[in-house]
């Protein structure tokens, strides 16, 4: 999703890696999820490993912000609120295009099936439970393809939902490796086309910014297996056991 707000008018996000594509489209009325609207993603995916159950039930909205040590207060909470909503209207869009007229090769789903929530500014630790019905698509996803991440590492990275990016897309990418790999930074199979990151401009912008990320993602994840080089970023296979955010 866009790391920064993107333009009320904008209702839909495109992410390409060659002929494989992902979009995905905003209601009209509550627009595309970005930024911080992530954490709720992982927190839901959290509850939901933990509770081994599609169906996440949370008594007070407060626990997100004790997750990720965010302040709760009244904009923290419209933000948090508006996030959900963002997420759950969204329709998620993928495929492959390889330029044939004559074929289709795509898939639509959603994260959320139905939400029940209360947020309340007055007494956001009031007992209220709260429900969200995850889509099968998504569950089936979590369980079979979880993703080895750390909880310090949502905490540090929640106010910077680039870094958090690459943080857990270098997770995935490199618990799935088998030998080195180098990712260029632009073009059709860049970092920059399957993150989001194009909006930096020039290659030289990035690599800076990259730079910048990479040493915060090394403080709590010392053994980060990755460095930038000439040619790109290089991946080296981590294989550590996966769980959830603990």
């Known amino acids: 999703m866009p790391v920064k707000r993107p333009p009320a008018r904008r209702l839909v996000h495109r992410r390409h890696n060659g002929r494989f594509f992902l ?3 905003a209601h009209p009325d509550y627009g595309l999820p970005y930024g911080q609207d992530r954490l709720v993603l992982i927190w839901v995916a959290t509850l939901a ?3 081994q159950s599609r169906v996440v039930r949370f008594n007070s ?3 997100i912000f004790e997750e990720f040590d965010l302040p709760l207060d009244g904009p923290h909470y419209r933000r948090m609120m508006e996030g959900f ?3 759950f209207t969204s329709t998620i869009f993928f495929g492959a295009a390889d330029g044939r007229p004559d074929t289709i090769e795509s898939a639509r789903v959603h994260f959320f099936d139905s939400l029940d929530l209360w947020f309340s500014r007055v007494d956001p630790r009031a007992e209220q439970e709260n429900v969200v019905t995850l889509s099968d698509a998504f569950w089936c996803e979590l369980r ?3 993703i080895p991440i750390q909880r310090d590492a949502v905490r540090a990275f929640a106010a910077s ?3 958090l990016d690459l943080y857990l897309w270098l997770r995935w990418r490199t618990f799935r490796l088998h030998t080195t790999h180098v ?6 199979r860049g970092l920059a086309e399957q993150l989001g990151f194009d909006e930096y401009g020039r290659e ?5 910014m990259l730079d910048r990320w990479l040493s915060r993602i090394r403080l709590v994840w010392p053994e980060c297996p990755c460095r930038l080089s000439s040619i790109g970023l290089a991946l080296v296979p981590s294989r550590i056991p996966q769980r959830p955010v603990d």
């Open 183 to 188: 990712v260029p930074l632009i073009g059709r």
């Open 49 to 51: 490993i933990r509770q």
């Open 204 to 208: 030289r912008d990035l690599r800076r």
């Open 23 to 25: 979009e995905i489209a």
């Open 61 to 63: 909205a407060a626990r």
């Open 161 to 163: 939902p680039g870094c």
């Open 144 to 146: 079979q393809h979880p």
């Open 85 to 87: 909503r963002r997420i």
